[in-house]
């Protein structure tokens, strides 16, 4: 059986992991035959947002780990036990979290820089060439974790891929049910709700990029 490490950075679109994309992934992996273990940093979230009105609580402070526990059902670990000799793939899932606690893109924009720990793990698969995926706006880290010239996609927001091109990326545009691979790299990437209006319309990505990196573990 196939295992697969899962990186999630929070819980709720606007300051963690979007929900569906995190349990549609795990879904996705299950029904395929294979088994994941979720890890996310130990680390005070950028900041907090209601989600009914989309403003951010200034008093408020939430942990990435802890929050991300709650999609998880508490089965989780810190990043810093995830040892990738002990898994045949790599699986980042999106929302704001992905960009605001995983790395800083949603703030930094071209001046991004990783989580130290998140880029370790990530550089650990890509350095040997082991199967990943990065869903929705996760990819904007990919030009950091795989260098300049790695094919990967956001979807079709063009100020978004101008961006990542300025990083060093090798922005491909795609539609909400397809994905990019890198084969070179051996990385696959999805727009999930960059583009997606509907749970089913993210469904359809993000199990073919599941399926599709499972593949290449």
């Given at each position: 059986?196939?295992?697969?490490?899962?990186?999630?950075?929070?819980?709720?679109?606007?300051d963690?992991?979007?929900?569906?994309?995190?349990?549609?992934?795990?879904?996705?992996?299950?029904?395929?035959?294979a088994?994941?273990?979720?890890f996310?940093?130990?680390?005070?979230?950028?900041?907090?947002?209601?989600?009914?009105?989309?403003?951010?609580?200034?008093?408020?402070?939430?942990?990435?780990?802890?929050?991300?526990?709650r999609?998880?059902r508490?089965?989780?670990?810190?990043?810093?036990?995830?040892?990738?000799?002990?898994?045949?793939?790599?699986?980042?899932?999106?929302?704001?979290?992905?960009?605001?606690?995983?790395c800083d893109?949603?703030?930094?924009?071209?001046?991004?820089?990783?989580n130290?720990?998140?880029l370790?793990v990530?550089?650990?698969?890509?350095?040997?060439?082991k199967?990943?995926?990065?869903?929705?706006?996760?990819?904007?880290?990919?030009?950091?974790?795989y260098?300049?010239?790695?094919?990967?996609?956001?979807?079709?927001?063009?100020?978004?891929?101008?961006?990542i091109?300025?990083?060093?990326?090798?922005?491909?545009?795609?539609?909400?049910?397809?994905?990019?691979?890198?084969?070179?790299?051996?990385?696959?990437?999805?727009?999930?709700?960059?583009?997606?209006?509907s749970?089913?319309?993210a469904?359809?990505?993000?199990?073919?990029?599941?399926?599709?990196?499972?593949?290449?573990?």
């Amino acid at each position: 059986m196939k295992k697969v490490a899962v990186i999630l950075s929070g819980c709720g679109v606007y300051d963690g992991s979007e929900i569906h994309e995190a349990v549609l992934t795990l879904l996705s992996i299950k029904l395929a035959g294979a088994d994941y273990r979720c890890f996310a940093p130990d680390i005070e979230q950028y900041h907090v947002v209601n989600h009914i009105n989309g403003r951010v609580e200034e008093n408020q402070t939430r942990n990435v780990l802890t929050e991300s526990a709650r999609i998880t059902r508490g089965d989780i670990e810190d990043i810093t036990l995830l040892d990738p000799t002990e898994f045949d793939a790599l699986l980042i899932p999106g929302g704001f979290g992905a960009a605001k606690n995983l790395c800083d893109f949603a703030i930094s924009g071209t001046d991004t820089k990783v989580n130290p720990d998140v880029l370790k793990v990530a550089k650990a698969f890509a350095d040997v060439k082991k199967a990943a995926g990065y869903a929705c706006i996760a990819p904007a880290m990919m030009p950091l974790v795989y260098g300049k010239g790695v094919r990967m996609t956001i979807g079709t927001d063009q100020d978004t891929a101008a961006a990542i091109r300025m990083m060093g990326a090798d922005h491909v545009s795609c539609e909400v049910d397809d994905v990019v691979l890198d084969n070179d790299n051996r990385v696959v990437s999805t727009p999930a709700y960059m583009l997606a209006t509907s749970i089913d319309e993210a469904y359809k990505g993000i199990q073919k990029w599941v399926l599709t990196v499972l593949a290449l573990a």
